[in-house]
């Protein structure tokens, strides 16, 4: 089993800045690559929002926060971060964090319970 505790969530004036953190236990999340969704309010779906390699660094990120935020990680405290600036008040939702796989498009496979992200304007 994984579990995924997400912390760092708040409440933000447009253009300001917060940063998520992730941490994990569970026998896989050493070796699997890490990644973050959101759902907005009033949407049905997640969208992706970054994912990292744990292997390589590698990074992905949505077009609507690429340079804004940033992903990183930290292999020996088993954490995942994400550095959210310039936030915009379509950044409102609920952040997730997770652990999947990373070929090429990243896939979840595991979810924390998120975290919410207030903007206001």
């Known amino acids: 089993q994984v579990q995924l505790v997400e912390s760092g969530g708040g409440f933000v004036q447009a253009g300001g800045s917060l940063k998520l953190s992730c941490t994990a236990s569970g026998r896989t999340f050493s070796s699997s690559s890490k990644g973050w969704f959101r759902r907005a309010p009033g949407k049905e779906r997640d969208e992706f929002v970054a994912?990292?390699?744990?292997?390589?660094?590698?990074?992905s990120y949505a077009d609507s926060v690429k340079g804004r935020f940033t992903i990183s990680r930290d292999n020996a405290k088993n954490t995942v971060y994400l550095q959210m600036n310039s936030l915009k008040p379509e950044d409102t939702a609920v952040y997730y964090c997770t652990t999947g796989r990373f070929p090429g498009t990243y896939y979840a496979d595991y979810w924390g319970q998120g975290t919410q992200v207030t903007v206001s304007s």
């Open positions: 994912a990292i390699s744990w292997s390589d660094g590698r990074t």
